[in-house]
């Protein structure tokens, strides 16, 4: 469920939070203890030559003793699709997610439409949906790691943002839609995806697990790049036939197709799971020391939460005037958009196959090409060099989505994996609100390329990850 009012993006279309959705390494924690990623370089002087030695000889006797593990076939992939339970949490996500892609369209045209609708009443209405997401998720994230099932957890939450679009279409459709009622339903939705987010992550390891977990993943990120597409375009459809009012309504009923389907939802038990005597508080301050603990974790948020700042900046404002002024209007950054959803579709197709043994490092070279559609809008270039290279960015993007939730999955324990989640949601998302706030002042200070160039350096910023040794080194760990 990814209630836009939109990758992280459902996600802005360009959200490529470390997490889109758009999510560590120091000594703490029992995750810590288990977690072979520290710095090099931290080994005494005095046993570095026998700790040599010995990895020397076991990568010998590995070698020759370990089968060769058999390569991974697309049969495998989607034979997946064939247990129960995941498959419900696909079919899931694909109807949430398809009504997900209307309702951005539904709302933006319905809100304008308004007596007196105007961008700025649009801007109230989406940063009403947006705050709730950021503010609550590290609350969504310490229920996650609470509740016995947490399947049963998503489908409450897609319930209630199914009901606060019902109400708003039905708003609209009887005429009594205003700013402010369509705010505070926002409100509701918005607080129902802090929920949603960072329990999903921590779903998927409870319906599959070793070399599954990165095929399941990526199926899961298919169904949202699908689902977004076709949503978008019925979107346009209902809009512009029956009016944004049933829209909303389509949209609300895919939420409770949605949550019906989790409900079905049978997870294994949690062995894992916390008994509750603990305050909300300490169990905050427990996810923050798994989240610190694990460089790799904190640095790849840290960096993400900058480059989002750039590209919703972007993507969110500056792309569509740029597209006014050097382009034809809408039909050119529509192009751009599904362009880059196509890729999207490709990356994750790629990714299926990609069973690396530094997973983190092939996801990060993946994403080097993250910035070049800010690059190619600051230039600016043709509007067919632009729509290839949003192509590629959407490629690297899935890539490493999917390789990153899939470590992720692998490296922090599960009892606290919804928090380290949530942490990681609120890091990449922290800033888009004010990405969204002083896009206009800063194009209107530096000009339109002036400030695009701003956000090309500043969505660069998740490229120097790359530079960080735990994140080049960091292994794939079977589940």
């Not at 899961?220 to 209902?238: C, D």
């Not at 989240?291 to 993507?315: K, P, Q």
């Not at 690297?396 to 939730?405: A, H, P, R, S």
Request: charged share 10%; net charge neutral.
């Amino acid at each position: 469920m990814t209630d836009e009012g939109g990758p992280t993006t459902p996600e802005p279309s360009y959200d490529v939070g470390a997490g889109a959705d758009p999510a560590s390494r120091g000594p703490a924690g029992p995750a810590a203890a288990a977690d072979t990623t520290a710095a090099p370089g931290t080994v005494p002087a005095a046993t570095a030559a026998t700790a040599a030695t010995a990895a020397t000889a076991a990568t010998a006797a590995s070698t020759e003793s370990a089968p060769a593990v058999p390569r991974r076939r697309w049969r495998d992939d989607l034979r997946l699709l064939k247990r129960r339970d995941l498959g419900l949490v696909l079919v899931s996500r694909l109807v949430s997610d398809f009504g997900t892609g209307i309702a951005p369209i539904a709302l933006a045209f319905g809100v304008l439409a308004l007596p007196g609708g105007d961008a700025s009443a649009l801007g109230v209405v989406l940063l009403c949906a947006a705050l709730p997401r950021v503010v609550f998720l590290l609350l969504g994230g310490v229920i996650g790691d609470r509740v016995r099932n947490r399947a049963r957890l998503m489908a409450i939450a897609e319930a209630a943002a199914g009901t606060a679009h019902l109400l708003a279409g039905l708003l609209f459709l009887t005429g009594h839609a205003t700013v402010p009622a369509l705010a505070v339903l926002a409100v509701v939705g918005g607080s129902a995806a802090s929920i949603y987010y960072p329990t999903s992550t921590a779903l998927v390891p409870q319906l599959v697990s070793g070399q599954d977990l990165q095929s399941a993943n990526a199926l899961m990120r298919l169904s949202t790049s699908v689902a977004g597409i076709l949503g978008t375009a019925m979107g346009g459809v209902l809009v512009a036939t029956v009016g944004p009012g049933w829209g909303l309504v389509v949209d609300a009923a895919t939420y409770a197709v949605s949550a019906v389907l989790l409900t079905l939802v049978r997870t294994r038990s949690r062995s894992d799971q916390r008994d509750g005597s603990s305050s909300m508080l300490a169990d905050l301050a427990h996810g923050w020391r798994e989240f610190t603990a694990r460089r790799w974790v904190w640095l790849i948020v840290l960096l993400f939460s900058i480059s989002n700042f750039g590209f919703t900046a972007a993507i969110g404002v500056l792309g569509p005037v740029l597209s006014l002024d050097a382009y034809d209007g809408a039909p050119s950054w529509a192009a751009v958009m599904v362009s880059f959803s196509l890729g999207t579709l490709v990356g994750v197709v790629v990714a299926m196959r990609l069973k690396p043994a530094h997973p983190l490092l092939v996801g990060m070279l993946a994403q080097m090409v993250v910035a070049a559609p800010l690059v190619a809008m600051a230039v600016p270039t043709s509007l067919p060099l632009l729509i290839a290279v949003s192509f590629v960015c959407g490629v690297g993007v899935d890539i490493f989505e999917i390789m990153w939730i899939t470590t992720l999955q692998q490296h922090v324990p599960p009892e606290s994996l919804s928090r380290v989640s949530s942490y990681d949601w609120f890091g990449s998302l922290a800033l888009t609100p004010v990405a969204l706030a002083v896009a206009g002042p800063l194009s209107a200070w530096l000009g339109l390329q002036g400030a695009l160039w701003v956000c090309a350096v500043l969505g660069a910023a998740a490229c120097l990850g790359i530079l960080d040794p735990q994140i080049r080194g960091l292994r794939a760990r079977p589940s």
